[in-house]
Nanobody, 116 residues
Framework: QVQLVESGGGLVQPGGSLRLSCAGS????????MSWYRQASGKERELVAT????????ISADSVKGRFTISRDNAKNTMYLQMNSLKPEDTAVYCC?????????WGQGTQVTVSS
């Protein structure tokens, strides 16, 4: 069966770093465009970043430009989000999404809390 499993979330102080991972199985990972979304409590879901099957990247959230980097390792069927210089405003549930043609899959999410 298709699975997307996020990991790497947790509690970090402002200015700190985290690396999130999204591991895929049950589908041809290398064919899929992959994205990270986040949703803070009481706020709308926001597209953070996308990496295409060819490796092209787009940071969609202006507030994280220069601080977050999206990448993928197709040999490991894993996508990453490197988050640096974290701010309290980055606190949210971070979810990954995989898309290819008519196929669309979501992970369950991992909590990131930035607080002193």
């Amino acid at each position: 069966q298709v699975q997307l499993v996020e990991s790497g979330g947790g509690l970090v102080q402002p200015g700190g770093s985290l690396r999130l991972s999204c591991a895929g199985s049950g589908f041809t990972f290398s064919s899929y465009s992959m994205s990270w979304y986040r949703q803070a409590s009481g706020k709308e879901r926001e597209l953070v970043a996308t990496i295409t099957s060819a490796g092209g990247t787009t940071i969609s959230a202006d507030s994280v430009k220069g601080r977050f980097t999206i990448s993928r390792d197709n040999a490991k069927n894993t996508m990453y989000l490197q988050m640096n210089s974290l701010k309290p405003e980055d606190t949210a549930v971070y979810c990954c999404r995989a898309r290819f043609r008519q196929y669309n899959y979501w992970g369950q999410g991992t909590q990131v809390t930035v607080s002193s």
